[in-house]
Protein backbone atom coordinates (compact mmCIF):
# COMPACT_ATOMS: atom_id res chain seq x y z
CA UNK A 1 0.00 0.00 0.00
CA UNK A 2 1.28 3.61 -0.89
CA UNK A 3 0.38 6.33 1.80
CA UNK A 4 0.68 9.83 1.64
CA UNK A 5 1.23 12.00 4.47
CA UNK A 6 0.73 15.37 6.04
CA UNK A 7 2.22 16.36 9.38
CA UNK A 8 1.88 19.53 11.80
CA UNK A 9 -1.23 21.04 9.63
CA UNK A 10 -1.63 23.50 12.28
CA UNK A 11 -5.22 25.36 12.60
CA UNK A 12 -6.94 27.97 14.57
CA UNK A 13 -10.12 27.44 15.67
CA UNK A 14 -13.02 27.15 18.22
CA UNK A 15 -12.47 23.46 20.12
CA UNK A 16 -13.33 23.05 23.83
CA UNK A 17 -16.21 22.62 26.42
CA UNK A 18 -15.41 25.56 28.94
CA UNK A 19 -16.76 28.69 28.39
CA UNK A 20 -13.56 30.36 27.46
CA UNK A 21 -13.02 27.94 25.23
CA UNK A 22 -15.99 29.16 23.13
CA UNK A 23 -15.17 32.31 22.41
CA UNK A 24 -11.25 31.93 22.20
CA UNK A 25 -9.60 30.35 18.97
CA UNK A 26 -7.26 27.50 19.86
CA UNK A 27 -4.62 26.37 17.41
CA UNK A 28 -5.17 22.26 16.24
CA UNK A 29 -2.53 20.47 14.77
CA UNK A 30 -3.05 17.11 12.39
CA UNK A 31 -0.64 14.60 11.08
CA UNK A 32 -2.72 12.29 8.33
CA UNK A 33 -1.17 9.08 6.57
CA UNK A 34 -3.48 7.95 4.13
CA UNK A 35 -3.66 4.85 1.91
CA UNK A 36 -3.70 6.07 -1.96
CA UNK A 37 -2.36 4.11 -5.07
CA UNK A 38 0.55 6.14 -6.78
CA UNK A 39 1.74 4.07 -9.98
CA UNK A 40 -0.64 5.87 -12.32
CA UNK A 41 0.68 9.32 -11.12
CA UNK A 42 4.26 8.55 -11.01
CA UNK A 43 4.37 7.03 -14.48
CA UNK A 44 2.52 9.72 -16.22
CA UNK A 45 3.55 13.00 -13.43
CA UNK A 46 -0.40 14.06 -13.57
CA UNK A 47 -1.36 15.48 -10.37
CA UNK A 48 -5.18 14.37 -11.33
CA UNK A 49 -3.98 11.11 -10.93
CA UNK A 50 -3.22 11.27 -7.13
CA UNK A 51 -4.07 12.20 -4.05
CA UNK A 52 -3.52 16.13 -4.48
CA UNK A 53 -2.77 16.97 -0.42
CA UNK A 54 -2.69 20.69 -1.22
CA UNK A 55 -6.51 20.65 -2.37
CA UNK A 56 -6.58 17.80 0.79
CA UNK A 57 -5.38 20.30 3.46
CA UNK A 58 -7.01 23.43 2.24
CA UNK A 59 -10.52 21.38 2.07
CA UNK A 60 -9.77 20.57 5.59
CA UNK A 61 -8.36 23.67 6.72
CA UNK A 62 -11.69 25.74 5.75
CA UNK A 63 -13.43 23.19 7.11
CA UNK A 64 -11.81 23.07 10.91
CA UNK A 65 -11.87 27.22 10.78
CA UNK A 66 -15.32 27.64 10.39
CA UNK A 67 -16.38 24.89 13.06
CA UNK A 68 -17.12 25.23 16.66
CA UNK A 69 -16.63 21.49 18.16
CA UNK A 70 -16.60 20.55 21.86
CA UNK A 71 -15.03 17.56 21.42
CA UNK A 72 -11.64 16.62 19.68
CA UNK A 73 -12.92 13.19 19.31
CA UNK A 74 -15.64 15.15 17.39
CA UNK A 75 -13.47 16.49 14.98
CA UNK A 76 -11.25 13.79 14.23
CA UNK A 77 -14.42 11.70 13.54
CA UNK A 78 -15.52 14.66 11.16
CA UNK A 79 -12.04 15.24 9.64
CA UNK A 80 -11.77 11.38 8.37
CA UNK A 81 -14.95 11.18 6.99
CA UNK A 82 -14.39 14.31 4.75
CA UNK A 83 -11.35 12.73 3.81
CA UNK A 84 -12.70 8.86 2.69
CA UNK A 85 -16.05 10.39 1.46
CA UNK A 86 -14.77 13.03 -0.57
CA UNK A 87 -11.59 12.11 -1.59
CA UNK A 88 -12.27 8.45 -2.39
CA UNK A 89 -9.60 7.11 0.62
CA UNK A 90 -9.71 3.93 1.72
CA UNK A 91 -7.93 3.97 5.41
CA UNK A 92 -6.82 7.52 6.82
CA UNK A 93 -4.77 7.08 10.54
CA UNK A 94 -5.01 10.63 12.09
CA UNK A 95 -3.19 12.47 14.83
CA UNK A 96 -5.14 15.20 16.23
CA UNK A 97 -3.11 17.37 18.72
CA UNK A 98 -4.40 20.05 21.09
CA UNK A 99 -1.43 21.67 21.91
CA UNK A 100 -2.52 24.15 24.54
CA UNK A 101 -5.15 22.64 26.42
CA UNK A 102 -2.73 22.09 29.48
CA UNK A 103 -0.30 24.59 30.91
CA UNK A 104 3.30 23.66 30.37
CA UNK A 105 4.85 21.81 27.18
CA UNK A 106 1.94 19.03 27.36
CA UNK A 107 0.48 17.48 24.33
CA UNK A 108 -2.66 16.36 24.18
CA UNK A 109 -5.32 14.93 21.57
CA UNK A 110 -6.23 11.94 19.88
CA UNK A 111 -5.25 8.77 17.57
CA UNK A 112 -7.96 7.22 15.02
CA UNK A 113 -8.02 5.20 12.15
CA UNK A 114 -10.86 4.58 9.71
CA UNK A 115 -11.42 2.54 6.68
CA UNK A 116 -9.40 -0.63 5.57
CA UNK A 117 -5.62 -0.97 5.50
CA UNK A 118 -3.92 -2.95 3.41
CA UNK A 119 -0.72 -3.83 3.31
CA UNK A 120 0.27 -5.34 -0.28
Known amino acids: MDRIFITGLSISTIIGIY???????QRVVID??????IATAAKAE????TLNYKTLSDTLTNYIENSEFQLI???A???????????GVAWVKL???KP??????TDVGVIIERGVRTDA
Open 100 to 105: DALAGD
Open 95 to 97: TLH
Open 19 to 25: DWERTTR
Open 73 to 75: ETM
Open 32 to 37: LEMSAD
Open 77 to 87: SKICEIITQDF
Open 46 to 49: DVDS
